[in-house]
């Protein structure tokens, strides 16, 4: 078995215009002086970093890497969660998601679709430059309006809908396997990858690609109330990426999963600071641990109370406590007799 690795932190939520915030070095020397041993680096910020630079210059990564070494840090994955929205993007939100996208493609969907695939293909250059063999992003959503059957969905639309993002994914996948890396889809709400039912209609859909997996965080299977143990039963062999990020799930006689329409702090689903929320980490580490995952055990903090800053504190100590040692031996080696073909069969009764 394989330890996992970490504490590590995903920079997304951290990324200010403020001082320590506000560039990669300064960043980098915040979260190492509170115990993360790395980060995970989005690369849609350029005050952290910069995606062209990374995809064609290894003297950047190099400063990378470095930056991160004289601190006792490493880089854990690149994030493309933003681009990779963009890849597949239901009309009916093309104003909202204009948000994630540069000026320049704006108002222009298949624009901006073509930019967010450009952006994958550098991540997988970049990730290949840096040395990393794992990347996370999101699937995007062709059907996600389509998510309750009413009126019932016409006979196909959803076979069509996981067609179609297969044609716009295969090229992408495709290119990572090229540079060496995995394409880990979180597994999120308002992707047409948010359970494991849709990752194997994906996965179909794709002919089983070897660089399609999974990043796993429990958090967004509270809020569906799907049993995120068994699914590790049942993926751990896709699971490449691990977001350590609690929740809490509290219905009432007013709301159940959908919420609502209410804010996070409102929600009957909500993210919570690590411990304060109910998901069974030591249950996960456990199960992780014995399918050798070995990766990272990465904090996404996207708490509805707590300040971001206590939050990532609060999660070093958290995460270094549930980290298993693993054992080298079995704890009854002491009593074991060696092996003796002549011996077991007598056992056995066998001449």
């Not at 809908?161 to 295969?170: P, Q, S, V």
């Not at 399609?212 to 590790?232: K, R, T």
Request: glycine residues 8%; hydrophobic residues 40%; contains cysteine.
């Amino acid at each position: 078995m394989q330890a996992l690795k970490g504490p590590a932190l995903f920079l997304a939520q951290f990324a200010g215009d403020e001082a320590p915030f506000n560039s990669f070095e300064n960043i980098i020397e915040w979260a190492a002086s509170i115990g993360f041993k790395g980060v995970q680096i989005p690369t849609w910020d350029q005050r952290l970093f910069d995606l062209d630079r990374a995809a064609s210059d290894l003297d950047y990564c190099k400063y990378i890497q470095d930056t991160l070494a004289k601190h006792g840090m490493e880089v854990t994955e690149l994030s493309t969660h933003l681009q990779g929205q963009l890849v597949a993007v239901h009309s009916a939100y093309d104003d909202m998601f204009d948000g994630f996208a540069p000026d320049h493609v704006k108002g222009n969907p298949d624009a901006r679709q073509k930019w967010a695939v450009d952006q994958l293909l550098k991540s997988a250059q970049a990730s290949k430059n840096l040395g990393l063999i794992n990347h996370v992003t999101f699937s995007g959503a062709l059907l996600w309006p389509f998510l309750y059957p009413w009126p019932q969905r016409p006979a196909g639309l959803v076979e069509a809908g996981f067609k179609e993002l297969a044609k716009r994914w295969l090229p992408i996948l495709d290119e990572f396997d090229r540079c060496g890396v995995n394409v880990c889809y979180e597994i999120h709400p308002g992707e047409d990858l948010h359970d494991g039912v849709t990752f194997d209609l994906f996965l179909e859909a794709t002919d089983h690609h070897p660089r399609a997996n999974i990043l796993f965080d429990p958090s967004h299977f509270v809020l569906q109330q799907l049993d995120y143990l068994q699914f590790i039963d049942i993926y751990h062999e896709r699971i490449k990426m691990f977001h350590v990020k609690d929740a809490e799930f509290n219905s009432t006689g007013r709301q159940g999963v959908y919420g609502g329409y209410q804010s996070w702090i409102d929600r009957a689903g909500r993210f919570r600071s690590l411990g304060d929320g109910q998901v069974d980490f030591k249950a996960i580490f456990s199960k992780l641990t014995q399918y050798d995952f070995g990766g990272w055990a990465v904090i996404e903090w996207e708490c509805c109370m707590k300040h971001p800053e206590a939050g990532a504190e609060e999660g070093v100590k958290f995460v270094n406590d549930h980290l298993i040692r693993v054992t080298e031996r079995a704890f009854d080696d002491f009593a074991s007799s060696g092996v003796d073909d002549a011996m077991n069969r007598r056992i056995l009764g066998l001449s």
